[in-house]
């Protein structure tokens, strides 16, 4: 390559290529040297200092690629002693990263990917290993972080969720502000003190201009949310109740598993194991022939099991109604009869729900959709299969704003 074309290529301002160190078929060794006039930026007290007698040094690192070559740049930077503290300090470079070797437009480059891939497959598209991706992804989003969410954005529809990360039960409290499809705010915790975290931080005036307040029903986030958002209605969402109730008919599928293998019912086993779980959570419309059969005969083989799915299909009868009070009676009949069977994790979300029956009612006031919650939850799920297993939570978080939040790039392009 021709170093006029180079120069052009690499658009850098103020300095001026010096040589090409090497060039294979795959990447490219660029010197670049200041012009001498080029103001010297103090990396000790951020200060423009007239340049007089310097040395200098030479670091590398990685640009964006020039016509599928990998471009390395190998800088001259300037050292000086600084004026105000009077000590040694190399040049600060603006478009370059401090730490990382890379330059700035290179790490953005990481971090576009970043949010639409994993990073793994970020990684080998850009021939890097999983820790500089980590290092050189977190760095960008701290900084977005920083410009974008603190402090924390206010909203007048709001959903909050729990997400389990790790093994062991550790929970990371999310809010989804409803109308934007995005998460505005996380933290580790699922406790009242996390949630009080949010609402102290929008302050009292933004918290009771919030209207509606989405929540899976924990107690938890209610007396947060009964504290502050004191106008908010506070709604059992529908996707949250429907969480519950798979939850309870799992229940049922792993205590009547646990017996079939005690009973060494090898038919039953087969047919409870957890490729087939799915089946059990999906809405019986949903299912192809094949696994409405297999349904089918897994109820006609266990009785509890069958109770459990008669339960779920009635429970969801309950949204076929549209007005309160007439969905509050249905409902209320629902949770005598789940009182009255044998099942006790039916008996235990019953009173549950009876316990919290105006929030499920509020759903048919505040109709909030569920794909919200969902669509969050999948791409939650997705990223936990992510390299690294999240050991760094903070790191989690910010993925969770890059994905399903405020701080992913496909927001503010096209
Ligand atoms: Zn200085």
Redesign the pocket.
């Known amino acids: 390559m021709r170093i006029y074309s180079i120069k052009k290529a690499l658009n850098i301002p103020e300095y001026k290529i010096t040589g090409i160190i090497s060039e294979t078929d795959k990447e490219i060794n660029i010197k670049l040297e200041p012009y001498k006039r080029k103001p010297f930026i ?6 423009v ?1 007239k340049i007089g007698r310097h040395a200098t040094e030479e670091s590398i690192a990685e640009d964006l690629s020039l016509f599928e070559k990998r471009v390395y740049l190998t800088i001259v930077k300037r050292r ?1 002693k ?4 009077n000590r040694t ?1 190399i040049e600060e470079i603006p478009w370059l990263k401090k730490y990382g070797r890379v330059t700035r437009r290179f790490a953005e480059k990481v971090n576009r990917l970043t949010a639409i891939t994993t990073n793994q497959e970020a990684g080998w598209f850009l021939g890097l290993d999983d820790e500089a991706v980590y290092r050189i992804d977190k760095e960008i989003l701290e900084q977005q972080y920083a410009q974008r969410l603190i402090p924390p954005p206010a909203a007048v529809n709001i959903s909050v969720d729990e997400v389990s990360y790790r093994k062991y039960h550790r929970y990371l409290t999310n809010v989804v502000n409803t109308d934007e499809k995005a998460i505005i705010w996380n933290d580790k915790g699922r406790r009242t003190e996390v949630l009080d975290r949010y609402y102290t931080a929008i302050g009292e005036d933004n918290c009771k201009k919030i209207e509606s307040v989405a929540l899976d029903g924990a107690r938890t986030y209610i007396a947060s949310t009964n504290h502050y958002a004191v106008n908010a209605t506070i709604v059992y969402d529908r996707f949250h109740v429907m969480q519950k109730l798979n939850w309870a008919v799992d229940m049922v599928r792993k205590q009547e598993l646990r017996k079939a293998r005690k009973d060494e019912d090898n038919e039953l086993i087969e047919l409870m194991n957890c490729r087939q779980r799915f089946i059990l959570l999906k809405n019986k419309a949903n299912l192809t022939d094949k696994q409405t059969g297999y349904l089918e005969r897994l109820c006609k083989a266990n009785e509890p099991i069958y109770k459990a799915m008669l339960l779920k299909e009635s429970f969801l009868e309950l949204y076929n109604y549209d007005i309160p009070e007439e969905a509050e009676r249905y409902l209320r009949g629902w949770i005598k009869e789940a009182l009255a069977s044998s099942l006790d994790m039916f008996k235990k979300i019953a009173l549950s729900f009876l316990d919290k029956i105006q929030y499920i009612i509020n759903w048919f006031k505040k109709k909030i959709s569920s794909a919200i919650s969902e669509g969050i939850n999948n791409k939650i799920k997705r990223l936990k299969r992510m390299a690294y297993g999240y050991k760094d939570i903070e790191y989690f978080k910010l993925k969770i704003h890059q994905h399903c939040g405020l701080l992913n790039p496909r927001r503010y392009s096209h």
Not at 42 to 47: E, F, K, P, R
Not at 82 to 85: E, G, M, T, Y
Request: aromatic residues 8%; contains cysteine; glycine residues 16%.
């Open positions: 103090c990396s000790g007290c951020g200060q200092h000086f600084c004026p105000v503290d300090h």
